[in-house]
C-alpha cells in the first residue's frame, strides 16, 4: 500500500491532472465486480487516496482524457481500455505477427487468430492507469512494472508505480539511473520485452 500512497502524494505535487475524493471500499469492489478483475494492491491504494480524473488534452492524444474515471466514467469506455492491451495483439495477429513462444503460426490466417484469442483470454488482466500504462491486476500483489502496451510494442514504463509516476509526470532523467532497467514480473506480458 505505500507505493500506491507515495505515488499518489507524487502526483499531487506534480500538479498535472485534477485529483478528485479517493475511491471507497465499495466503489472499489464495484468496480472490481463490475469490470471482472481486482486491482492490484498499490494500485488500489493509489486510486483510495485520489481518483485522477482530467487533465488538460494534448494534441495527438489517444483519448481524450488518459485518466480512467472509475467513478464516473462510461462503462463502454472503460472496458475499451480494460481490452486495449489484448485487442492490441489480436490486430497484430491479423496482421501477420506470431510469438515465437506460441509455436508454430497456423497457415489458415482465420486460425491463427482464434489460437492467438484462445490464448489471450487466459492471460493476466492489465489494468489502465493512464493512457496506454497499464499494471497487472491481481489483489495480494503490489510492486509490479507499470507497462506501456502499444499493440506488440510493449516496454517499462516504471520499475513500480512510485518510479512510473516519476517518469511519466516529472523528469524522467532526473529519476533514471544508468542501470535502468526494468522487468516485467507477469507471465506472457514479459515474453514481449526486450532482454536484458
Known amino acids: 500500500m505505500k507505493l500506491g500512497i507515495e505515488a499518489a502524494r507524487l502526483l499531487a505535487v506534480a500538479d498535472c491532472c485534477e ?43 489517444t483519448w481524450e482524457n488518459p485518466w480512467p474515471d472509475w467513478r464516473n466514467g462510461d462503462p463502454k469506455g472503460l472496458r475499451e481500455r480494460l481490452e486495449w492491451p489484448v485487442e492490441g495483439i489480436s490486430l497484430s495477429v491479423r496482421r501477420g505477427y506470431w510469438h515465437p513462444s506460441w509455436g508454430q503460426r497456423p497457415e489458415d490466417a482465420d486460425e491463427a487468430l482464434q489460437q492467438a484469442q484462445a ?62 532497467r526494468p522487468q516485467a514480473t507477469v507471465s506472457f506480458w514479459r515474453d514481449f520485452l526486450p532482454k536484458a
Open 19 to 61: 485529483i478528485a475524493p479517493g475511491l471507497s471500499e465499495a466503489e472499489l469492489q464495484r468496480i472490481e465486480q463490475e469490470y471482472g478483475f481486482e486491482f492490484a494492491d498499490d494500485h488500489r491504494a493509489f486510486l483510495a487516496s485520489g481518483l485522477p480524473v482530467s487533465q488538460p488534452p494534448e494534441e495527438g492524444d
Open 119 to 180: 490464448l489471450l483470454a487466459r492471460v493476466p488482466k492489465l489494468v489502465p492507469i493512464y493512457g496506454h500504462r497499464f499494471l497487472p491486476a491481481g489483489h495480494g500483489s503490489h510492486g509490479h512494472p507499470v507497462l506501456s502496451v502499444w499493440g506488440t510494442d510493449i516496454i517499462c514504463y516504471g520499475t513500480d508505480l512510485v518510479d512510473y509516476v516519476n517518469h511519466e509526470f516529472d523528469d524522467f532523467d532526473a529519476h533514471t539511473p544508468d542501470d535502468w
